[in-house]
Each structure stands twice: as C-alpha cells, then as structure tokens.
C-alpha cells in the first residue's frame, strides 16, 4: 500500500502565507516527478507546481514569483511554500507523485486526500 498524506492548509488573510507538506509512506522502491495541483469549486483540477527527481521545476504561471515547491528525497516529502496568497488561490490542493514499488514495476500516478486552502479576508 502506497499513502501520501498532506497538511498545512488552513483560512489565511489575502498576502499571507502558508507551507503545505505531503509524505508518501507504504511499499516505494523510488518516487519519479511529484507535484502540488488545486481544484477550486466548479473548476477543473489544475497544476499548480511539479519537481522531478532531480530537482527541475515547473510552475502555472499564475503562481509563479509566489510559490516554491521542494522535496526531500530522504524523507519522500514534497513542500508548497506559498507566498503572497490571493483569494482566487482558494482551493482543495492535492499532492501527486509518481511511484514504484519495485524495481520491475513501472512508475504509477498516487493522489493524497487533499487539503482546504482558503484566502479570505
């Protein structure tokens, strides 16, 4: 069984900040790409920031100058840093990661259970 658990979301105040965490435990030989997408209500889940393996990454341009994401290997954690947050960055944010469970398998897509953001004032 693979899990990946997020937290950090939560009500801020528009020019706020919030960190959000994702952890992925259970049966991983590696993790490939991993990234952060929202879903505000009527709209369809988008991308909000992706980082490889190797550290590349990608960003909506909607949120770049104003979120970071990173990821701990050892820990098989990714972060959001997120920074300057505006009422239309209210949404569910969903942590995603690419992972094998052994070496033989190919990689496969995991979704958290996501997490509330909301910028309000």
């Known amino acids: 069984q693979v899990q990946l658990v997020e937290s950090g979301g939560g009500l801020v105040q528009p020019g706020g900040s919030l960190r959000l965490s994702c952890a992925a435990s259970?049966?991983?030989?590696?993790?490939?790409?991993m990234g952060w997408y929202r879903q505000a209500p009527g709209k369809e889940r988008e991308l909000v920031a992706t980082t490889t393996s190797t550290y590349i990454t990608n960003y909506a341009d909607s949120v770049k100058g104003r979120f970071t994401i990173s990821r701990d290997n050892a820990k098989n954690t990714v972060y959001l840093q997120m920074n300057s947050l505006k009422p239309e960055d209210t949404a569910v944010y969903y942590c995603?990661?690419?992972?094998?469970?052994?070496?033989?398998?190919?990689?496969?897509?995991?979704w958290g259970q996501g997490t509330q953001v909301t910028v309000s004032s």
């Open positions: 995603n990661a690419e992972i094998r469970k052994e070496l033989r398998m190919l990689y496969e897509p995991y």
């Open positions: 259970g049966s991983i030989f590696s993790i490939n790409a």
